[in-house]
């Protein structure tokens, strides 16, 4: 599975739309984005995923850029219970016992109110 | 719908015994699950996959004959840490995979291990 870089942490203001970025420049091209998040001491939950489109659900969009090499998680509308720390994975969408997710370090959102 | 749960949430055990978690999907019939563990700030790494009426696999470095992992139904796998030490705490996390969905994996809520 194809390696993600994401920003170590990020602010963003509450009410305020938080754009949290992820780089994934060698995703195979049957490989999807995924968005995962972890509010403090729980269980990862999660958000959304594509595979070339944006996406949107209730709880964010996903814009995936043309190239394929980099995406953005949208919350349009901060909350204080969007602190969590955002993960962004990409895999084959096998499922399965291959679909197990790699976890990176991924983004430390803190909402300020 | 798709709702992970473990038991316990949080378990204190005295160094050498043996503690059981369990992981049901309450909606939902999940012949893979997963086992994650989490030390503090650090992110999930993958212990193990569980598959339904077989052996557990096992990543590089975890010890099967420590963790011992039971996928006796398509709702229920259990893992057993034993002779526990103070440097197995950790927070242990499982999911579930909607095989009859669309694959995606739903994560339990975690159980907090210490070890005295």
């Known amino acids: 599975d194809a390696k993600t870089t994401q920003p170590p942490s990020m602010d963003c203001a509450e009410g305020r739309a938080a754009n949290l970025p992820c780089n994934h420049s060698?995703?195979?091209?049957?490989?999807?984005v995924y968005w995962y998040r972890q509010i403090h001491s729980q269980g990862p939950q999660y958000i959304i995923h594509g595979l070339k489109n944006n996406e949107t659900n209730e709880m964010a969009s996903l814009i995936i850029t043309e190239d394929r090499k980099s995406s953005t998680l949208i919350l349009p509308h901060a909350t204080l219970r969007d602190t969590a720390v955002y993960y962004c994975i990409v895999r084959v969408n096998y499922g399965g016992s291959q679909g197990n997710l790699i976890f990176g370090k991924g983004t430390k959102l803190s909402v300020k109110p | 719908g798709a709702v992970v749960s473990q038991h316990p949430s949080r378990v204190i055990c005295k160094s050498g015994t043996s503690v059981k978690i369990e992981c049901r999907s309450l909606?939902?019939?999940?012949?893979?699950m997963f086992w994650y563990r989490q030390f503090p700030k650090q992110s999930l790494m993958l212990m193990a996959t569980?598959?339904?009426?077989?052996?557990?696999?096992?990543e590089q470095g975890v010890e099967k004959d420590k963790f011992l992992i039971n996928h006796a139904s398509l709702t229920l796998s259990t893992l057993t840490v034993t002779s526990a030490h103070p440097e197995d705490s950790s927070f242990y996390i499982c999911?579930?995979?909607?095989?009859?969905?669309?694959?995606?994996?739903?994560f339990g809520p975690g159980t907090r291990l210490t070890v005295l």
């Open positions: 909606d939902f019939q999940a012949t893979t």
């Open positions: 569980s598959n339904e009426g077989s052996k557990a696999t096992y």
């Open positions: 999911s579930a995979v909607w095989a009859a969905g669309n694959h995606e994996q739903f």
């Open positions: 060698t995703i195979s091209g049957n490989e999807y």
